[in-house]
């Protein structure tokens, strides 16, 4: 005891040695995590510093693991915390999570706490709601006039909007954020296809548009929820601050604007002033296509409108952020390699490319450039190293044990990384690295097929993206288009990383240049 008086007495006389000990013992600690590439399992705290000291390069991070820790590792988090998580990139464990025993693996509990802005949506859904709404947009997807309108809807905002843009930025010689751009065209198309609503973001002038800046906002939130604990993102909702502030102002704006579109909907066709289901060249959309069955509007069922906000949330965040971030990690790839770009170009030579007037520029159409092989092997090769959602989550709903031998118990939560899988050696050979679109070409000159669950960027098994073949037709022509008219070149200096969110966005836009191609 005397000693212990001693420091007591000590400390209360020289607070600031005490101060500099505490300093010290702290910085020790900390330089050693993160000097250290193995995840330290530590009493109280389990692996949590370790994200914490690396959530600056957090995806770069989970690279540098694989090494160490493998293909399957459980991830300890603070005690009591609910954050222990059996992360996985193994080819074999993915096929059976999503396609072998998919009953047993759901989205879980705890996802749907974590991404409750979503609602009831596709997303979020489990069990007979996925099943329903599933069949309901697989149904209208399937439709040719719904993909005759896809590619017509797609060609014409590239004509009219997109391409004069970066005409105009061209002749001016401004400096253009061409991740803005996509993502604005992806959601004025995809706000056209699932409500019939043309939002505009792409208009000359280019508006603010609230709602994309409230996703944006909503998407690092959900990524901040994934490395704290929920008990205290909890606390920080309950109290409407930090983040959570954050996430409460956009869910607002989200809400006002999906509500709008809603009720826009119903009193056009409340009024008949909807004419769409008679247009050959038009197809219905989704919003439609569940507002007939409501009662004012002469259909039997009940479909709340909280549903329909669910609803059109989701298939607006769907084709919104995927294909537009994919498009600017397609550019960000071609600028780093020339040799890639020429090889589109000499490709997109013989194809036929129409032009309205003299002197405009070349607009392909989606049925022109299906023979582009090159060019969707390069898609292909960018969706694979950059996937626009990198995290997928399951759940268990019965013990199970997985093919690499680890054994799951019921509600284990896991965490498969599709950053990490794209650069395993062991996955896609010690090239993983590299950009080669070659990969995806097989010896006969014809497009390689990888299987889903090893090339997961749009799902695999039940659970497969249904708009895979939508997003195909949108990149392929906004890509051949672009790089035929405009040679487009990244801001020297301009430093490109992935942001953290749920969606794999570039931190800092993507900066270019643009000049017209003779």
């Known amino acids: 005891m005397g000693i212990i008086t001693s420091l007591v007495k000590l400390a209360v006389a020289y607070p600031e040695t005490l101060l500099s000990l505490v300093s010290f013992v702290v910085l020790f600690f900390y330089s050693g995590i993160r000097r250290s590439r193995v995840p330290r399992n530590w009493p109280l705290l389990g692996m949590f510093p370790s994200v914490l000291t690396q959530i600056h390069r957090f995806y770069e991070w989970c690279v540098d693991l694989i090494p160490i820790v493998g293909s399957t590792f459980l991830f300890k988090g603070p005690w009591f915390s609910g954050m222990d998580i059996l992360i996985t990139i193994d080819p074999a464990n993915i096929n059976h999570i999503f396609n072998a025993n998919f009953v047993n693996y759901p989205k879980g509990a705890q996802f749907l706490e974590i991404f409750d802005i979503l609602g009831d949506g596709i997303f979020n859904a489990d069990s007979d709601s996925w099943k329903s709404q599933r069949k309901a947009v697989h149904s209208l997807m399937s439709e040719p006039r719904f993909r005759r309108f896809v590619a017509r809807t797609s060609r014409e905002k590239v004509e009219e909007y997109l391409v004069p843009l970066l005409a105009r930025a061209a002749e001016q010689a401004t400096v253009v954020d061409l991740q803005d751009l996509f993502l604005r065209f992806t959601f004025d198309t995809t706000c056209n296809l699932v409500s019939g609503v043309d939002p505009g973001c792409l208009s000359p002038d280019l508006p603010s548009v609230p709602f994309a800046n409230a996703i944006d906002n909503a998407e690092d939130v959900l990524f901040f929820r994934h490395v704290v604990p929920m008990s205290w993102w909890k606390l920080l909702r309950w109290l409407r601050v930090g983040e959570e502030k954050k996430m409460a102002l956009a869910w607002e704006t989200i809400d006002k604007f999906t509500n709008n579109l809603i009720s826009l909907r119903m009193e056009e066709m409340k009024h008949g002033r909807e004419d769409r289901e008679q247009d050959e060249d038009v197809a219905p959309d989704l919003l439609s296509s569940y507002l007939k069955t409501r009662p004012e509007l002469g259909g039997v069922a009940v479909v ?137 070409i097989s010896d006969r000159g014809t497009l390689k097929h990888e299987p889903s669950y090893k090339f997961l960027s749009f799902n695999s098994g039940p659970r497969t993206c249904l708009g895979k073949d939508m997003a195909f037709i949108q990149m392929k022509v906004v890509a051949a288009t672009l790089i035929h008219n405009f040679r487009i070149k990244v801001v020297q200096g301009h430093v490109v990383a992935p942001k953290l969110s749920i969606i794999l966005h570039m931190k800092n836009g993507l900066m270019v240049n643009v000049e017209k191609r003779a």
């Not at 194809?351 to 092997?377: C, P, W």
């Open 304 to 440: 709340s409108k909280k549903f329909l906000r669910d609803t059109t949330l989701n298939l607006l965040l769907a084709g919104r952020d995927t294909t537009g971030t994919a498009l600017s990690w397609f550019f960000w790839m071609i600028s780093q390699h020339p040799d890639v770009e020429r090889k589109i170009l000499e490709e997109l030579k013989p194809i036929l490319a129409v032009s309205t007037d003299e002197g405009k520029a070349a607009v392909f159409k989606a049925e022109d450039i299906k023979s582009a092989l090159y060019l969707h092997a390069a898609l292909c090769e960018t969706l694979r190293l950059f996937p626009p959602v990198p995290l997928e989550h399951k759940s268990t709903k019965l013990a199970d044990v997985l093919p690499s031998g680890d054994k799951v118990y019921p509600e284990t939560k896991l965490l498969i990384n599709l950053y990490s899988m794209a650069r395993s050696e062991g996955i896609w050979g010690k090239d993983c690295r590299e950009f080669k679109p070659e990969r995806w």
